[in-house]
């Protein structure tokens, strides 16, 4: 199955229907639950990085409704971290809908904090993190905007950066397809899953983009995880 690159997610045309995009937003946790594996992520890589001194400090590119960014935040305070939690996304529609949830769950905003930037905003301020993530935002990008996100998270992350994506395979097209059937027209959570399943790479594809000093993984049938440690870029 060839990717493709051409096919638009309607949650990314700026006149979409917003109710259908709320939904969207709002149905992501149960989507991600079941299929995005950050809870394996975050007890593998992320919590043996954020150190025990001082304040450790996440940042979530690319973070939509939030609901990674929130996750995150709650795991590394449920395991006794002192940390700030900042989730950035250029798109004004995901931005208000993660400070609503946001607000919703009553978390500081000094210490879980959403803005709509892109990472290449935040590398321009001098900023950086000790963790650096994104989940589902690879597929998104052009080759252009994909070499300017690793680049940036090479500025931004102290420690590790974490990327994590579908990986294309046929037989992911028909389990998400029967598994979202339920969501069907509720939202666009099954028709541009469906569109971010041809539109990912498979592990070879985005071994080949990634930047040297980034090792790119295949665990489970259907997540690439690409993973850049500064420590091996510094020794
Ligand atoms: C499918 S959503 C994933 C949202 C969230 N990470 C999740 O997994 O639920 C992809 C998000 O990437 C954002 N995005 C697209 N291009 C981006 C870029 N160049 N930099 C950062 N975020 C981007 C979009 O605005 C969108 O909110």
């Not at 259908?20 to 946790?29: D, G, I, K, M, S």
């Not at 000093?213 to 995880?225: K, M, T």
Request: with cysteine; proline share 5%; charged share 25%.
């Amino acid at each position: 199955m060839q990717r493709a690159i051409n096919a638009v997610e309607e949650m990314d045309r700026p006149d979409c229907d917003p109710a259908l995009l709320e939904r969207t937003y709002a149905q992501f946790p149960l989507v991600n639950r079941f299929v995005s594996g950050w809870r394996q992520v975050y007890v593998a890589l992320i919590r043996p990085a954020l150190p025990r001194h001082r304040t450790g400090t996440i940042l979530d590119i690319g973070c939509g409704g939030g609901d990674i960014t929130r996750n995150l935040f709650r795991w590394a305070r449920a395991d006794g971290f002192e940390v700030r939690v900042v989730g950035i996304d250029p798109d004004p529609r995901a931005h208000d809908f993660a400070v609503r949830a946001a607000a919703k769950a009553g978390t500081d905003p000094t210490l879980l904090e959403f803005r709509r930037a892109s990472s290449s905003d935040l590398v321009a301020l001098g900023q950086r993190f000790d963790v650096v993530i994104s989940n589902h935002v690879l597929h998104h990008l052009g080759p252009v905007e994909l070499a300017g996100v690793f680049a940036d998270s090479e500025r931004l992350a102290r420690t590790v950066a974490i990327h994590s994506d579908i990986r294309r395979r046929r037989s992911a097209l028909l389990f998400f397809g029967l598994a979202t059937l339920p969501l069907g027209g509720s939202s666009y959570v099954r028709r541009d899953g469906l569109t971010s399943i041809r539109r990912s790479f498979t592990t070879d594809e985005l071994s080949r983009v990634v930047r040297p000093g980034w090792h790119v993984h295949a665990p489970g049938l259907y997540r690439n995880l690409a993973v850049w440690h500064a420590q091996e870029a510094t020794s």
